[in-house]
């Protein structure tokens, strides 16, 4: 029975696989039209321009052999068909620019219109319980992401999502602090429904570390300080240590001054995490989302930094999603997502015991060690 379970989810792995493979190839095939199309209209300009020039030249020199022009008027003629020509030229560069400028403009429009989200700015709430009562979501009208979902993630709890990869884990954190509005139910704070309260309001009381982490062309140190303007250096140096940022940024050649790039491409994807974890520190919010916050460390750093985020999370609501089981290993309560919906609720403990969709995602993890 175990092992058909098991083979179940493999094949459900295999399939996304397949899945991803055929988007890529799918991409790679759109992005080579259109590079061949601008290609061959830029390519055919520049040639149709160039035997503009060479007509010019070739009938020129004829005229002025038979007598027709002056010496004078032929130059006077190469050198305006040489002027006109890059002019002209950069005219058709521009043209194919358009092309790409048109999808950015597209985005930018849906952008414009997707409803601003307006509350109140005074919000003093009871407690940092957060609710989910029967919430329906889509990010659009083609596939339903959230359906029903509904739990608590109470005050001084660790609450953790799990769930395969795209069951909804993240959307359901970020619903919590109000990124989108939802179509169907509650999301409260404090007993309070977020969607009456100010988003930048409500963003006050969260520290989050999200799965893609943001990081800006400046200082390590300035990258932390995001977390909490007008930190001190201190308070920064402690964050840093404690989210084991400490050992690698001694190396650089300008410690907690080195510049990190364009979203810090001079890091690696862990280096880049522990900045992201250092910023959530410093911000000491009440509540915590902690969304695959620790996925690219090795084993050792991640339970260095787990100490550190221990110290964060005292007395706080937290909601952690982690594909390691071991990462959740000490929740108070996991909550397992599944195509939208929730598929089982309950301690660690409890849904070991079951056999249900956790048990099976920890056999197979065990299995892959
Ligand atoms: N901004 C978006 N616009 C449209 N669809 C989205 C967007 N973000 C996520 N989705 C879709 O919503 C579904 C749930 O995505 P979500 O990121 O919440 O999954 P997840 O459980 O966090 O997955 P993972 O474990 O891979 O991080 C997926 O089908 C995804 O394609
Ligand atoms: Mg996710």
Redesign the pocket.
Known sequence: MRAESLWKISRKASKTCRKFDKDCIKYEKTQMDSDVKVGMFLNSAQGILKMGLATVLITGARLWTKGEIDVFTYLVFIVCAATIYNPVFLVFNNLAELFFVNVRLRRFREMDQMPIQHGNTEFTPANYDIEFKDVDFN??EN?Q?LKKVSFTAKQGEITALV?P???????AAKLAARFWDIQGGTVTLGGQDISKIDPETLLKNFSIVF?DVVLFNTSIKDNIRIGKRGATDEEILKVAKLAGCDDFVQKMPQGYDTVIGENGDTLSGGERQRISIARALLKDAPIILLDEATASLDVENESKIQRGISQLVKGKTVII?A?RMRTIANADKVVV?QDGHIAETGSPAELKAKDGLFCKMLELQMNKN
């Open positions: 990010y659009n596939k992401v769930g990869s795209g069951s909804g884990k993240t959307t799965q999603i594909h997502l």
